[in-house]
């Protein structure tokens, strides 16, 4: 008999908020009927500036059985959080996660423009990426590498030795499920790969929290550009060079504002 549901989810309880956040995201969209165009990534809608969707379209689903299958692998993943003594653990697990949310949304992006631009697949510029089987697929590398003696339990019954879970799951899911973003997968493996092999290392509490700082500040001032979202506090707007932004936060009723403006910088050029 295994354990109690309650246990294993103070076991994980990262890897249970995670899924209690994609599953009520899932029910607020199914709800308000909201197409997953409307928050999916794609290059078209990323040239258009709106990079919020790199966040929102990972912990977007279409179908729920798109979500089940996701979040059933997610919970099996969660083992990262327990294996504290290997150098993991929950903290490692939420810093690496935000990493591979960004950086396997970034990657899909730039794998479109290798294609669109270089080899002129314009299929590409339309092709929409939604789920959180990016990062699935970037723990389920990362185990691959930290500890291959593993295996990856699906839906209680399906069991893959992990260090070929990868690879079998990326052929298995682009046969079974035709629809599946290759590429998104890919990128996850990626990105797995990068952190497990040691290529980006060095996160801790501290760049943890100002990752997540960063991201949730260019996620608010990309809605407001790309006119997704309007947010009454928040103006943006050119001075001098129309390629630096000025952002004032207005304080309403009172008139005050707290502006932050770009400083001259002569002949320089910004990167």
Same mark, same amino acid.
């Given at each position: 008999?295994?354990?109690?549901?309650?246990?294993?989810?103070?076991?994980?309880?990262?890897?249970?908020?995670?899924?209690?956040?994609?599953?009520?995201?899932?029910?607020?969209?199914?709800?308000?009927?909201?197409?997953?165009?409307?928050?999916?990534?794609?290059?078209?809608?990323?040239?258009?500036?709106?990079?919020?969707?790199?966040?929102?379209?990972?912990?977007?689903?279409? /179908?729920? *059985?798109? #979500?089940?299958?996701?979040? +059933?692998?997610?919970? =099996?993943?969660?083992?990262? %959080?327990? !294996?504290?003594?290997?150098?993991?653990?929950?903290?490692?697990?939420?810093?690496?996660?935000?990493?591979?949310?960004?950086?396997?949304?970034?990657?899909?992006?730039?794998?479109?423009?290798?294609?669109?631009?270089?080899?002129?697949?314009?299929?590409?510029?339309?092709?929409?990426?939604?789920?959180?089987?990016?990062?699935?697929?970037?723990?389920?590398?990362?185990?691959?590498?930290?500890?291959?003696? /593993?295996? *990856?339990? #699906?839906?209680?019954?399906? +069991?893959?030795?992990? =260090?070929?879970?990868?690879? %079998?799951? !990326?052929?298995?899911?682009?046969?079974?499920?035709?629809?599946?973003?290759?590429?998104?997968?890919?990128?996850?493996?990626?990105?797995?790969?990068?952190?497990?092999?040691?290529?980006?290392?060095?996160?801790?509490?501290?760049?943890?929290?100002?990752?997540?700082?960063?991201?949730?500040?260019?996620?608010?001032?990309?809605?407001?550009?790309?006119?997704?979202?309007?947010?009454?506090?928040?103006?943006?707007?050119?001075?001098?060079?129309?390629?630096?932004? +000025?952002?004032?936060?207005?304080?309403?009723?009172?008139?005050?504002?707290?502006?932050?403006?770009?400083?001259?910088?002569?002949?320089?050029?910004?990167?």
């Amino acid at each position: 008999m295994g354990k109690p549901l309650l246990y294993e989810i103070l076991e994980k309880p990262a890897t249970s908020c995670v899924i209690g956040i994609c599953s009520a995201i899932w029910f607020y969209i199914q709800k308000k009927n909201i197409g997953y165009s409307h928050v999916g990534l794609s290059y078209e809608t990323s040239i258009e500036g709106h990079h919020w969707r790199i966040i929102t379209s990972a912990f977007s689903h279409i /179908s729920v *059985l798109h #979500l089940v299958f996701n979040m +059933s692998a997610l919970w =099996s993943l969660g083992v990262v %959080e327990q !294996l504290g003594n290997m150098g993991l653990g929950v903290a490692y697990y939420l810093q690496y996660t935000l990493v591979l949310v960004v950086l396997s949304g970034v990657l899909v992006l730039g794998m479109y423009h290798v294609l669109i631009q270089r080899f002129k697949v314009e299929y590409f510029r339309r092709v929409t990426a939604v789920g959180y089987s990016c990062v699935v697929f970037g723990w389920m590398t990362i185990l691959a590498v930290k500890q291959p003696s /593993s295996k *990856l339990d #699906l839906f209680g019954f399906l +069991s893959l030795p992990i =260090s070929f879970a990868p690879f %079998e799951s !990326l052929i298995f899911t682009s046969i079974i499920v035709p629809q599946a973003s290759f590429l998104g997968h890919l990128s996850g493996i990626i990105a797995g790969y990068a952190i497990a092999w040691g290529l980006i290392h060095g996160m801790n509490n501290y760049w943890g929290v100002s990752m997540l700082g960063w991201t949730a500040l260019m996620f608010v001032f990309s809605l407001k550009r790309s006119g997704a979202c309007d947010f009454n506090f928040l103006e943006i707007e050119s001075v001098t060079d129309p390629s630096l932004p +000025s952002v004032r936060f207005m304080a309403s009723g009172n008139g005050r504002t707290l502006q932050m403006s770009s400083l001259p910088v002569g002949d320089a050029e910004i990167v």
